[in-house]
Nanobody
């Protein structure tokens, strides 16, 4: 059983920055693909950025050039650096783990609010 705990959300003005972190426990982090998703009010959850166990990254078009995902396997941590934030980035951000064995886990989410 993998547990994911996010931190780093908050309220920021347009153009500001935030850094989200997700610490994993209870599994083999280095053999998991990791991702950040977000869900805005009234909208479906969407993938924001992902990083594979081989550190291949993928980003939603809406965040390319502004967000950077990274991972530290020794610390079992995946981070999301978010720069030049926009009001449309507002939502609950969730950490996601997809293990080598095909299991999927979610964190509890952290709120990001970008004021205009």
């Amino acid at each position: 059983q993998v547990q994911l705990v996010e931190s780093g959300g908050g309220l920021v003005q347009t153009g500001g920055s935030l850094r989200l972190s997700c610490v994993a426990s209870g599994g083999t982090f280095s053999r998991s693909d990791m991702a950040w998703y977000r869900q805005a009010p009234g909208k479906q959850r969407e993938m924001v950025a992902s990083i594979s166990m081989t550190t291949r990254t993928n980003y939603a078009n809406s965040v390319k050039g502004r967000f950077t995902i990274s991972r530290s396997d020794p610390d079992s941590t995946v981070s999301l650096q978010m720069n030049n934030l926009k009001p449309e980035d507002t939502g609950v951000y969730y950490c996601n783990a997809h293990t080598f064995f095909g299991d999927e886990y979610w964190g509890q989410g952290t709120q990001v609010t970008v004021s205009s």
